[in-house]
């Protein structure tokens, strides 16, 4: 007997609201793009909605960390925590304060890393948390080999 959605087989759709999301596997590089867009997507709304601020921004930061340890492939899990305060100091550029030529940008930048390191390492933190849990449920469910033995199972070499 068919199903309600028209097919054999199928089963209904339920709410969108029970429904998994998505979990796509970001390589290393593909992690580290994520993030830095996703932190200058967000330094854009700090600048915009809140007027640059630096709190909201480190806030902001937090779920960006965490997403980006999430879905980056487990082969390339380590590249995670790397990647991560770069995005950081990436996306503070814009909303760092720096007015004038490039050396004002840059001493910006730097007055906003060391000012508000406390949300960098939280976040580097929280993305090495999750990537040391997900290796370790990787590492568990790995199949477990029986030792061999070595004596018979030699070739001998024939001169």
Same mark, same amino acid.
């Given at each position: =007997?068919?199903?309600?959605?028209?097919?054999?087989?199928?089963?209904?759709?339920?709410?969108?609201?029970?429904?998994?999301? *998505?979990?796509?596997?970001? @390589?290393?590089?593909?992690?580290?793009?994520? /993030?830095?867009? /996703? =932190?200058?997507?967000?330094?854009?709304?700090?600048?915009?909605?809140?007027?640059?601020?630096?709190?909201?921004? $480190?806030?902001?930061?937090?779920?960006? %960390?965490?997403? &980006? %340890?999430?879905?980056?492939?487990?082969?390339?899990?380590? &590249?995670?925590?790397?990647?991560?305060?770069?995005?950081?100091?990436? !996306?503070?550029?814009?909303?760092? $304060?720096? +007015? !004038? $030529?490039?050396?004002?940008?840059? =001493?910006?930048?730097?007055?906003?890393? +060391?000012?508000?390191? !406390?949300?960098?390492? %939280? $976040? @580097?933190?929280?993305?090495?948390? #999750?990537?040391?849990?997900?290796?370790?449920?990787? #590492?568990?469910?790995? *199949?477990?080999? &029986?030792?061999?033995? @070595?004596? +018979? @199972?030699?070739?001998?070499?024939? %001169?």
């Amino acid at each position: =007997m068919p199903a309600q959605g028209g097919r054999p087989g199928r089963r209904p759709r339920g709410p969108v609201l029970g429904r998994r999301l *998505p979990r796509p596997k970001l @390589t290393g590089l593909g992690g580290g793009l994520f /993030a830095c867009v /996703a =932190m200058l997507l967000v330094a854009g709304i700090a600048w915009l909605i809140f007027g640059s601020s630096l709190f909201v921004y $480190g806030l902001l930061f937090l779920p960006v %960390a965490a997403a &980006t %340890a999430l879905w980056v492939r487990p082969a390339d899990l380590i &590249t995670a925590p790397i990647s991560v305060p770069i995005a950081f100091a990436a !996306g503070v550029w814009p909303i760092s $304060g720096g +007015s !004038g $030529g490039f050396g004002s940008q840059v =001493m910006g930048v730097v007055s906003a890393l +060391s000012l508000h390191a !406390g949300w960098l390492y %939280a $976040g @580097t933190l929280v993305a090495a948390l #999750i990537v040391l849990v997900r290796k370790a449920v990787l #590492i568990g469910k790995r *199949p477990r080999s &029986t030792p061999r033995s @070595t004596g +018979s @199972t030699r070739s001998r070499r024939i %001169a």
